[in-house]
C-alpha cells in the first residue's frame, strides 16, 4: 500500500514538473531571438541495401576524346571507371542461378546479391550501345562491369555478389565506334539504373 502510494506521488511530481516545463517553454517563443525548425524523416525499405546518396546522381565525364580513338568500327576509348555504392547490406536468398553466363547455379549461403539493369536509349543497329545526344556522330557509349563483361541496354547483369556491410560496385563507360560517319561534336546521354537484389 505505502509503495503505491510514492509511485503515484511521484508521477503526480513528474506531471507537474512537465507542466511547468511546458508553460516556461511556450513562454520563450514570446522573448525575442531566434528559433527553427528540424524536420527528420526517412524510408524503412524492404531490401538488403540502401544505395548511398551520391550514387543516386552522378555524372562520368569522359573527357576530351581525340577522333582517332574511335575511327574504325568496334574501336573504343579507354574506359572510366563510376562506382555505385550500397551500404548497410545484409543476409539475402542461398541460391543463385546465373542465365547469362551458362546457366551455372551459384551457391552463396547468407551471401547478399543484386542485378543490375541500366536503362537508356538503345542505338538502332549498333552492336547493344546505348544511343548518344549531341553533335557528334558515328559514335555511342559502352559501358561494362567490373569484370569487362558489355553490358546490354535495357538487359539485367549478371547476379553481383555482395558483402555483408558496406560495397563499392565498379563499372565503366566507353566511346566505341557505332554506325555511321564519324562527325566531331559534343555527346552526353542520360541512363537510368534499376537495382534487383536476391
Known amino acids: 500500500m505505502e509503495a503505491s502510494f510514492y509511485r503515484c506521488a511521484f508521477l503526480v511530481g513528474l506531471l507537474l514538473m512537465a507542466g511547468k516545463a511546458c508553460a516556461r517553454q511556450a513562454d520563450n517563443w514570446n522573448v525575442d531571438g531566434m528559433y527553427g525548425e528540424l524536420q527528420v524523416s526517412g524510408d524503412m525499405m524492404l531490401s538488403p541495401c540502401v544505395l548511398a546518396m551520391e550514387s543516386e546522381e552522378q555524372t562520368v565525364d569522359l573527357g576530351a576524346i581525340p577522333s582517332y580513338r574511335v575511327a574504325r568500327p568496334g574501336t573504343r576509348t579507354p574506359p572510366?571507371?563510376?562506382?555505385?555504392?550500397?551500404?548497410?547490406?545484409?543476409?539475402?536468398?542461398?541460391?543463385?542461378?546465373?542465365?547469362?553466363?551458362?546457366?551455372?547455379?551459384?551457391?552463396?549461403?547468407?551471401?547478399?546479391?543484386?542485378?543490375?539493369?541500366f536503362l537508356g536509349e538503345q542505338l538502332s543497329?549498333?552492336?547493344?550501345?546505348?544511343?548518344?545526344?549531341?553533335t557528334a556522330k558515328g559514335v555511342a557509349l559502352r559501358l561494362s562491369d567490373r569484370e569487362q563483361r558489355q553490358i546490354y541496354p535495357g538487359v539485367r547483369s549478371s547476379p553481383l555478389l555482395l558483402d555483408q556491410g558496406d560495397n563499392s560496385l565498379v563499372f565503366y563507360a566507353q566511346l566505341e565506334k557505332g554506325v555511321g560517319e564519324l562527325k566531331l561534336g559534343t555527346f552526353s546521354t542520360l541512363i537510368n539504373f534499376k537495382l534487383d537484389y536476391l
Open 80 to 117: 572510366v571507371a563510376f562506382r555505385l555504392k550500397l551500404l548497410d547490406c545484409g543476409s539475402s536468398a542461398p541460391d543463385l542461378h546465373d542465365n547469362q553466363q551458362g546457366g551455372t547455379d551459384i551457391y552463396a549461403p547468407e551471401q547478399p546479391a543484386v542485378f543490375i539493369t
Open 125 to 134: 543497329g549498333g552492336g547493344q550501345l546505348f544511343r548518344l545526344r549531341g
